[in-house]
């Protein structure tokens, strides 16, 4: 079945410096691949996606960019701020099934500090 | 327009009590979805509801899970008898059709002791 392994946190990052979280997929077909976060407090919030191969989703300052060769959509922020402390989840939707099942990764616990 | 919304924010039960989780969607979102995330792991699929019909219920971990959804408004999810395994966090999310983005709720913080 459809997977997502996506890097275990917690990361803590002091403001300013450069953010990667790793995500790779494993799935049939040609899935659609997302990036939610969840604030302290708040609900899940789509941040980007993107629907097919070498799409870059962009959005906040954050950008992913879809690689079907290497079957990962790895998240970038090139300068983090303390407001992007939050867990962060790699999913994916494969369009091969009928509904809207996404697939998510373990999340990541995201802690910046001023 | 108001977005998702889960009662209560928190709960706190014993082992063995019964718990129900609401989940008022998004007005004129025939989707709605519920996910569970146990604590460190991934967020899950549970079941997907188009209007007050189960389409698909395959993430349900067992028989003490109960979801319904009177009228094709909000829904409801029980679990009787509650074990400490189904501490977690439980997320609703509704989408207008199946193609559109799906929107979440806040999440029920579940604690069985």
């Known amino acids: 079945g459809d997977s997502v392994t996506q890097m275990e946190g917690p990361v803590t990052l002091s403001e300013e410096a450069f953010l990667t979280i790793n995500c790779t997929y494993t799935?049939?077909?040609?899935?659609?691949l997302f990036w939610y976060v969840q604030y302290p407090g708040e609900g899940l919030q789509l941040l980007l996606k993107?629907?097919?191969?070498?799409d870059k989703g962009s959005n906040k300052g954050f950008e992913a960019t879809y690689r079907k060769e290497t079957t990962s959509f790895h998240l970038e922020k090139g300068s983090v701020q303390v407001s992007d402390s939050a867990v962060y989840f790699c999913?994916?939707?494969?369009?091969?099934?009928?509904?809207?099942?996404?697939?998510f990764g373990k999340g990541t616990l995201l802690t910046v500090n001023p | 327009e108001a977005g998702v919304t889960q009662f209560p924010s928190h709960s706190v039960i014993e082992k063995g009590q019964t718990v129900t989780l609401r989940c008022d969607p998004i007005?004129?979102?025939?989707?709605l979805y519920w996910y569970r995330r146990v604590m460190g792991k991934e967020i899950k699929f549970l079941l997907h509801?188009?209007?007050?019909?189960?389409?698909?219920e395959s993430g349900m971990p067992n028989n003490r899970f109960l979801a319904e959804r009177t009228g094709g408004t909000y829904s409801t999810l029980k679990v009787q008898p509650a074990e400490l395994e189904d501490s977690g966090v439980y997320f609703c999310?509704?989408?207008?059709?199946?193609?559109?983005?799906?929107?979440f709720g806040q999440g029920t913080r579940l604690t069985v002791v």
């Open positions: 999310a509704s989408s207008q059709d199946f193609v559109s983005e799906a929107f």
């Open positions: 799935a049939t077909g040609y899935p659609s």
């Open positions: 993107a629907t097919k191969a070498d």
């Open positions: 999913a994916l939707w494969n369009s091969g099934g009928s509904n809207y099942k996404l697939t």
């Open positions: 007005s004129g979102h025939d989707n």
């Open positions: 509801f188009v209007k007050e019909s189960k389409q698909d």
